[in-house]
Each structure stands twice: as structure tokens, then as C-alpha cells.
């Protein structure tokens, strides 16, 4: 072995693939590289046929995830200056739930020449929401037959999810239904095309899987949600499962040449993106909530034992790291509710917004935004809720309107936190990571909103350094997760510290915030519900 060993971490984002060359010992990134996928996200016609996609459709394309690990791992080795024989294994970590309907042997059915032209023979992207009706089914009967995994969800299945994305590949693409032979999580896809095996990771299993202390939802139940999909978990999901940390199998030989690596290193299981960035946050004990910022937001904590949080995504023990319960919560827009604001509305950048953004007072924009432009995923996991912005007057600019939108997902995490703490697991860092932490004003929203210091975690690409630490444990350098993430993980203390000034208006205008959050929300006003249902029979109609 080499006196100054490393790995490599490559984390799978919903518009990019990042690898980084990490040094074992201590965790200094010594070189990085990003690559784009070239398809970005499929969300308004298929590439192959030019023909519109339905609304609420997010689809990708799964050679763009292999390009990543021919380009950007190369890349990241050369930026190291690192000598690949030096490597001593690679980790990645995926966004989900992001699934891949493949055949036996993994081959994605949008590769095959018959069902090249069939959109759901693609990879749907967690942000993928046109199942929010089988979803809204699956609740139901769940709910009405008292099924004991339901309450680990927070009382809710999203739309995002493993069962409802299945159901709708079921009802509305039988030819591509039969032909899947395994219903995989992207997490898993990429960790196959690395060692030439299957290996279902214990992580999306348990959020996105519902499998629940060794049981997916029984067949009876598959039954009754829909006669035929009762096999579903056994002749599509069912799967050994890898635990996080563990080695999922060895690099090949056709995989070495793609990212330059040598064969016959390790190959971490795979691992969702929001958990893997925890220990990268030294964030292993409970009540740190990590929260990691980009297009959309995952907030994941640990807790020592087991409770029922309303509208969470889950809890899974072991989740995040093995020995405690790992709980999720996230929103589903954030970065992705600014770009679309920049993009098509302000046609300004992300940078210029910002800056005539901070130079306002708490309140002067006059306005109070819902987040939901991407549907809400916690607390009441609801992909039919949609934008708003109150308040807005001919004076209003693009600005204001930008610094409301950021207020309102700040909002959105201060809903999240105060649900986990009502539950009995209370919050006492929160730590941030992910893209967004570059938006010092974001940030400082944050930190007032909550009322919380915001630590900040060391690496600008925290994922990929959990999935390199993951690397180095399946590598066997540590003897498990906490060992690596204290050597290997950072976060800076307190980096933004709330303003009393701000904290004392900002509960203003949460309580604002809050009242149209119940009242669009929980069933007062059902208008979004009625828009999201008549746009929906408009496409439908068209196509
Ligand atoms: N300066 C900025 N301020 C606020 N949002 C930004 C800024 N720059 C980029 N974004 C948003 O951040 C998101 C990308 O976040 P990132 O963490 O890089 O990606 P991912 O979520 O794919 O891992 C995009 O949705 C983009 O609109
Ligand atoms: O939902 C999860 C994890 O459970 C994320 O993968 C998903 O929100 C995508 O994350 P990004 O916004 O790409 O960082």
C-alpha cells in the first residue's frame, strides 16, 4: 500500500456529476472535477422523438451518468496531480429517488431500439411528480388498512417515491412494466456499471423503498392498490441489500479504463446524496440537522430512538449511519425555485439579484412567498401544491420578489425543524452544505429565520467527500463511518449568527408565512389541488 493512500468520491446531482480525489489520512481534497450531464434534466420533450412531455415529467438519460465517470474522474485524478495506483477505492452517492427501469444484466430498457422512443422507458428523476395520483392512492389505502410502515413516513408516500413511480409505470406503460426486470435506484445503477454486480443499498431501500424493519408493504396490500401489481416487490425491487460503509464489490476491468482507477479496488455500496454528506459534516450524533442546499433540500438528523415525525420523508435505522435512527425531511424546491425566478421571470443572474436583495430591510419588499413551486415534500408531502407570492404591487421588482422566494424556503426549513423538535427530536445544530452555501445572504436569511447559528460544512462539494469517506471505509482504512467522518469530516461553528433584530421580524412574517401554509396547505382553500387536476386533464386531452 502506498505510504499516502486515497479515494475517490463521485456524487451524482441532479444537473452534474462531481468527483473528488480525497487523502485518506486527514481528507484534503487534492483535486476535483465536474461534469454536466449532457441531457440535463428531460423535462419538456424527449430527445429521441421530439415529442412534448406531459407536465410534472423530470426524466434523464443514463449514459450521461457514465460520461460522468469518464470524464470527471480522470479529470479529478489529474487536477490531484495523484498517481491512480495511490487509490485505494471510490464511493458515489446519487440523488432519489431516481430510478432506472432495467433488464437482468442492468441495461437500461431506453437503450433498447423498441423502447427507445417510449418516455417511460427513461430514467425518471426523483423530481420526477406525475405519480401524485397513484401516490395519493397508495395513502389512502395505507391509511385505511392501518399499515404499520405508514406512520415511518410521516403518515405520507411521496409521489417521488419507489412504489408510487412503480404503480405508474404499471398502469401506464404495461409493454415497458413487463419487460423491467429490476426497478433500480440510480444509487444502485451507477455502483452496478462500476463492479459488474447488483447491490441494493439499505439506504434508499428504507427511505424510498418502504422496507421497514425487513418487510416491503405486503402482497395483499399490492393487491388491493391494484390487481396484477401484487408481485411487485418480488419480481421487480426484492434485492440483497449492501449497508452503508460496506464494499458493494471491486472495480472491473471495462470500468477501470473508463475513470483511469485500477481494477480490483473497492466500490462502496451506494448512498443518497443528502445522507452521504453527514459524515462529511462530522454531523454522526443526534440532533445535528444537515442541511444540504441545491436544487431542492434534504435535511437529515439522527436520533437515538424512534419517533413519529408528521410529513417527514422517513426514518430508517441506520439510515444516515449505523447504530441510530437516521431521519429525513426535505423540500423539494429551493435552488430550483430561484433559477426558475432568475431564469424566466428576472432574466437576471443569480448574483445580481442577490446583491440588490441585501441591500433591503426584513419586510420592505411588503411580501410573504409559499415554496411550493416544486410541490412540498415535508411536512405535508403534497406534489399538487404550487407557488405564491403575496403582497405584490406595481412597485414591486424582480429583487423583491427574489429575496421573498428565498425567504419563503428558509420559512419552509424553519416548518421542518419546529415539526421534528414537536415530535421529540429536537434540533441543536444545523449545519449546511450543498451549493447554496456560497449565497452569503441565503445563508444569513437562514440563520434568522430559525433563530440558529449556522455551521457550515468544510467541503464545497460535501456529497462526494461522504462518498469518498464511504470509500474508505468499504476500502476497510477505518473501521467504520464515525472513525472516518472524525478524521476525514469538517464543518465551521457558527459561521452565521442569527441577528436579534431580524429573528424578531422574521417571526412575523412566519406567522404570515404559516397561515397561508394551513390555509392552502391543510384543506382550507383547495385552488391548487383544482389547477393542478384541470392542467392535468388539459395535457391529457392533447396528448
Ligand atoms: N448564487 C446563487 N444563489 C441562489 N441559488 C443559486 C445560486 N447559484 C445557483 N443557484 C441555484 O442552485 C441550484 C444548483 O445547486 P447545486 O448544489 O450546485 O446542484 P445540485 O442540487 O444538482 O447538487 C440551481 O437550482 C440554481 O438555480
Ligand atoms: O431527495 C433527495 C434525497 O432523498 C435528493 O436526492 C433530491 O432532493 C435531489 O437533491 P439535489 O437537489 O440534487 O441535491
Known amino acids: 500500500m502506498s505510504a499516502d493512500p486515497l479515494v475517490v468520491g463521485v456524487d451524482f446531482g441532479t444537473l452534474s456529476g462531481r468527483a473528488v480525489v480525497v487523502r485518506v489520512r486527514d481528507g484534503a481534497e487534492l483535486g ?25 415529467w423530470a426524466l434523464q438519460v443514463p449514459s450521461d451518468y457514465v460520461d460522468v465517470l469518464r470524464t470527471a474522474v480522470p479529470a479529478a485524478l489529474a487536477d490531484a496531480g495523484a498517481d491512480p495506483a495511490d487509490v485505494l477505492g471510490i464511493g458515489t452517492d446519487f440523488t432519489a429517488c431516481t430510478m432506472v427501469p432495467a433488464t437482468v444484466d442492468g441495461t437500461p430498457l431506453c437503450e433498447l431500439p423498441e423502447f427507445a422512443e417510449n418516455p417511460h422507458a427513461y430514467v425518471k428523476l426523483w423530481r420526477h411528480h406525475a405519480a401524485q395520483p397513484q401516490a395519493d392512492r397508495i395513502n389512502e389505502l395505507a391509511r385505511a388498512r392501518g399499515e404499520k410502515w405508514l406512520p415511518r413516513y410521516g403518515g405520507l408516500i411521496s409521489s417521488e417515491w419507489e412504489f408510487a413511480k412503480g404503480l405508474e409505470l404499471f398502469e401506464e406503460a404495461p409493454d415497458v412494466y413487463a419487460a423491467t426486470r429490476h426497478w433500480v435506484e440510480a444509487a444502485d445503477w451507477i455502483v452496478w456499471q462500476l463492479t459488474g454486480s447488483y447491490v441494493r443499498n439499505a439506504c434508499t431501500a428504507g427511505y424510498k423503498g418502504i422496507l421497514q424493519d425487513g418487510q416491503y ?11 396484477g401489481f401484487e408481485s411487485f416487490v418480488a419480481d421487480k425491487l426484492e ?7 460496506d464494499r458493494a464489490g471491486t472495480l472491473t476491468a471495462e470500468a477501470a479504463a473508463w475513470t483511469g482507477l485500477p481494477e480490483g479496488i473497492a466500490v462502496a455500496v451506494g448512498n443518497v446524496d443528502a445522507h ?43 439510515g444516515i449511519v449505523p447504530g441510530l435512527w437516521g431521519y429525513e425531511a426535505g ?24 446583491r440588490l436583495a441585501a441591500r433591503q430591510e426584513v419586510g420592505e419588499h411588503g411580501l410573504v412567498a409559499l415554496d411550493w413551486h416544486s410541490g412540498n415534500r415535508s411536512v405535508l408531502v403534497d406534489h399538487d401544491l404550487s407557488g405564491v407570492v403575496v403582497g405584490q404591487t406595481l412597485a414591486t421588482r424582480a429583487e423583491d420578489v427574489y429575496r421573498a422566494l428565498l425567504e419563503a424556503t428558509a420559512f419552509g426549513t424553519r416548518k421542518i425543524v419546529e415539526t421534528f423538535a414537536e415530535a421529540g427530536i429536537p434540533v441543536t445544530e444545523l449545519i449546511v452544505a450543498g451549493g447554496l452555501t456560497k449565497n452569503a445572504l441565503l445563508m444569513q436569511i437562514y440563520a434568522d429565520v430559525t433563530n440558529l447559528p449556522l455551521s457550515v460544512v ?50 412575523e ?19 391548487m389541488h383544482r389547477l393542478a387536476a384541470r392542467r392535468r386533464a388539459v395535457a391529457k386531452g392533447r396528448s
Open 276 to 318: 452521504v454528506t453527514a459524515p462529511a459534516a462530522r454531523a454522526v450524533e443526534p440532533g445535528q440537522l444537515v442541511a444540504i442546499m441545491g436544487t431542492s433540500t434534504c435535511h437529515v438528523v439522527n436520533g437515538a430512538e424512534l419517533r413519529e415525525v408528521p410529513g417527514m420523508c422517513g426514518v430508517v435505522d441506520g
Open 458 to 507: 468544510g467541503s464545497a462539494q460535501a456529497p462526494a467527500l461522504g462518498s469518498a469517506i464511504h470509500a474508505a471505509v468499504a476500502a476497510g482504512a477505518y473501521p467504520d463511518i464515525r472513525a472516518a467522518a472524525g478524521a476525514m469530516g469538517s464543518a465551521r461553528s457558527a459561521v452565521y449568527e442569527p441577528v436579534p433584530a431580524h429573528v424578531t421580524a422574521y417571526d
Open 239 to 245: 434485492h440483497p441489500l449492501g449497508q452503508l460503509g
Open 32 to 56: 476535483s472535477a465536474v461534469t454536466e450531464y449532457r441531457h440535463g434534466v428531460v423535462d419538456r420533450e424527449l430527445p429521441a422523438t421530439g415529442r412534448a412531455l406531459p407536465p410534472e
Open 509 to 527: 412574517l412566519y406567522a404570515e408565512y404559516t397561515t397561508l401554509h394551513d390555509y392552502f396547505g391543510r384543506g382550507t382553500n383547495d385552488v
Open 331 to 354: 423540500q423539494s424546491g429551493v435552488g430550483d425555485i430561484f433559477g426558475w425566478f432568475a431564469g424566466h421571470f428576472a432574466r437576471e443572474s443569480h448574483d445580481e439579484l442577490t
Open 217 to 227: 408493504p405486503s402482497r395483499d396490500f399490492l393487491r388491493e392498490l391494484a390487481p
